[in-house]
């Protein structure tokens, strides 16, 4: 491989040919690392040589872009005072002339002289009768104004509209758009891991033949068995371009944008927990796990329903033998439960002058649009599930493609995570709300 030798013609270009230098420069670059990448879009380990090229063009482009910064805020003063330039040379001369007879400079002598109202007044004929005492000063006279030019004294009113606005700076209040609030992670355990793919051994067998046995009589045999379970890390994430310009304007915009980023990552996160189909790469969410109990509302007012479920999960025609610890459900559901009345109209749910109980059944409530209309659910979140994390969700900031010569960078949010879901019949759901 032939060595790189750097290039210093850009030192005399101009703005717009050391733009294209630098995007000709990068783009050698790119095939340099393109041409280095393995299957999986990694980089190999490099050559000796390879890593000494990367350098040495890293640190011309770095000396060329600084000088482009140079020219840029150049070119930008001069665009100005051409721009102004143009604008003093094309401002129009065809205006009224002064007063005291005299035009504006360039009129030339054919500007017409400009009388005031109070020559017009001095000059005329009632005026210099007055004086020379002819007319008495005890008879009011008047006079017509014919050569006092009302153009150049009453002008169009100027408002607010035509005229000049006040200042009217804008206040620092951001009203951020409507999203619901996640809240069913803070119910489920959260495990950092550094696998792959979770994998745990369930008892799937559970054969209890405990008996009374006679003297010198065989004990009953029992049976247990195991199998290994695995759920896939999958990742969930976004990505942002945003214009460094735009970070510069308003310093505490970085912090914003952090912060819906990862609200948006926070979002979808809690929709795959409750509704993830489980194919790659979505993770499997609880409402799709296979064994999970299902209680029927059919003709029963909807909190019978879910103490039905209760019943199951309890073990009470289920096979769950676990005690819920929390509810998931649709606002409008909760509605519908929260407005029940009795026979003489009182509201079950407590007073509307009171705040309420928001529980069913002692145990407390998710109240969130993350889950479908018309279906609840609820189980044993707490021990017999768990959110395994990789790392943690996070956002980054990074340049990708020609973002370093646009002044433009991309922020991202992503996290991996699995769902475990350790007994299915611990979990379960009403349907038909």
Known sequence: MAKFIRDEQWKTMGFKSLSEFLGARRDELHKIFDANKDEKGDLKALEKETIEEIRDRNAELGDATKRWEELREVDETFIKNRDELHRLNNTPTNLPPFAGGQGRPGDGAAAQPFKSLGEVLTGSKQFKSLKSGELSANKGFAIELDDFDFSRHVKTTMTTA????????RTSIVVPFATRRPMLQQYVPQ?????????FMEETTFTNNAAGAAENAALAESALAYTERTQAVEVIGTFLPITEQQLQIEESIRGTVDERLMLMYELKEESDLL???GNTPNILGYLNKSGIQTQ????????NAIYKLFTKLRGGGGSGFVE?????????DWQDIRLLQDANGNYIWGSPADPGPERVWGKPLVVTTAITENTALSGDFQLFSAIWRKRGARVEAGMQNDDFVKLKMTLRVYGRLALVIYRAAAFGKVTGI
Do not use: C, R
């Open 162 to 169: 035509a005229g000049f606005a006040p200042a009217n700076d």
């Open 191 to 199: 495990i950092t891991t550094d696998l792959d793919a979770i994998k």
């Open 275 to 277: 509704s993830g189909d």
């Open 296 to 303: 029927a509302k059919g003709a029963d007012p909807t909190p």
């Open 324 to 332: 819920p610890t929390v509810v998931v459900i649709h606002p409008n």
